[in-house]
């Protein structure tokens, strides 16, 4: 994806998740000021700094967004501001941040989106630093490298040289007089960030580790409870139950997804209109109990979505939170936990009386849907005998 084309990618992510911020109480202006010098030298101090006057950078939601287009894989996470804050006459109304995968290595992007037009964005930004001059890239794009002459990085004794770069960024949002105000640094010039363990490159910290909402729960959140593969989900669920808009509530009579013997009862929740989180579009969510003898067996839940099953499986096996030690079965099947039954006769239980906490991901009978399913025995859940009433989660 081409440098001007990716910027265009973030001003439709900018059109759909930053709205005008409400005017507030100023945060304290040194603090907001002390941030904001430490952002614009793009180092990974900036975080932590940011982090500590998270306070004063009121968030009013996360909002994420993952693309893939071959061979490359974006994941943006933004986070609008309920009120503009200001820093040495540069009006902030939102946080943005981007990880880009490709074959060459992660690309890394932080930054702002700032209430000015870009060639005012510019003005101010060199009216701070003295000495910088930013250099135009694009019709309403500019920057600046703050390490001007690159390293460079080979890749075996026949490889051409990678130019690296640390570099402040201005270009165009949503509209002509909002800009993106942008570090953009490959991973080499960023040694300080994490290393993610699974991946082995190097991370920007969660946004829901630099910033704090008020008390409201979107359909992130309840996607990332999912991920945890527990019964805590339902509650969250239900304080979620408006952003999932009208839905439809059908019985579900299938057979066990595990395979075993028994009754299993469920229901499917339809949306009226496609969900979008992390990049899925959810079009329903799904429920089942399996019973024998009368007795909770076990219990599935989960949600339906359009597309290649293939991008479930990616998002799922993102959540290093809840799958770091999970042992992957088969395409799309994880097992994130097993132990005997309680009532097992043997320390080595048959595979039917084995206790379990498992997801799967599999398509559906209908052409170009997908179920993302979590599934757990009754041993792994605690006091629940049965599962909750699908109105009382989703309703309004």
């Keep these: ?11 439709a992510l900018g059109a759909l998740a930053f709205a005008v911020p409400a005017a507030g109480a100023e945060p304290g202006r040194a603090d907001v000021e002390k941030v904001f010098d430490a952002f614009l030298r793009c180092r990974a101090e900036f975080f932590d700094l940011l982090a500590s006057r998270r306070a004063d950078f009121p968030a009013r939601e996360f909002r ?22 200001n820093a040495y006459g540069v ?6 941040q981007i990880h880009k995968e490709a074959a060459e290595g992660p690309g890394l992007m932080w930054g702002f989106r700032v209430n000015r037009e870009p060639v005012e964005v510019v003005k101010l930004i060199e009216a701070r630093l003295r000495g910088t001059k930013f250099a135009r890239i694009g019709e309403n794009a500019f920057e600046f490298r703050l390490e001007p002459t690159p390293a460079e990085a080979t890749w075996g004794r026949l490889a051409t040289p990678k130019a690296t770069y640390r570099q402040l960024v201005v270009d165009e949002a949503d509209s ?42 979107s359909e992130e959140d309840v996607l990332e409870e999912f991920s945890r593969c527990r019964p805590e989900l339902f509650a969250t669920l239900a304080r979620a ?52 003898d009368g007795k909770p067996v076990s219990f599935w839940w989960g949600f339906r979505t359009t597309g290649d099953p293939v991008f479930a499986a990616h998002w799922l096996s993102m959540r290093a939170e809840s799958l770091g030690a999970a042992q992957r079965i088969g395409w799309g099947e994880w097992v994130l936990e097993t132990r005997p039954r309680t009532n097992a006769k043997a320390a080595d239980a048959a595979e039917e009386d084995l206790a379990y906490r498992v997801f799967k991901v599999e398509p559906f009978d209908y052409p170009n849907f997908t179920n993302v399913l979590c599934g757990a025995t009754a041993d792994m859940t605690g006091a629940m005998k049965a599962l909750p009433d699908p109105a009382e989660l989703f309703e309004q």
């Design 1 to 11: 994806m081409a440098f001007v084309g990716f910027m265009r990618f973030l001003a």
């Design 176 to 217: 002509p007089k909002h800009s993106f105000l942008l570090c953009n640094a490959t991973e080499d010039r960023m040694p300080e960030l994490k290393t993610d363990e699974r991946t082995g490159r190097k991370r920007l910290p969660p946004t829901t580790s630099l910033f704090v909402l008020p008390k409201t729960v």
């Design 64 to 85: 994420a967004h993952e693309d893939f287009t071959a061979p490359i894989w974006v994941d943006a996470r933004l986070v609008p501001f309920s009120a503009v804050v």
């Design 241 to 292: 139950k408006g952003r999932f808009g009208k839905v439809t509530i059908e019985p579900l009579f299938v057979a066990a997804p595990d395979g075993q013997a028994g009754e299993v009862s469920g229901s499917t929740v339809t949306f009226a209109e496609p969900v979008r989180a992390f990049g899925l579009d959810l079009v329903a969510y799904t429920q089942m109990l399996h019973t024998k």
């Design 91 to 96: 009006p902030l109304s939102g946080y943005l």
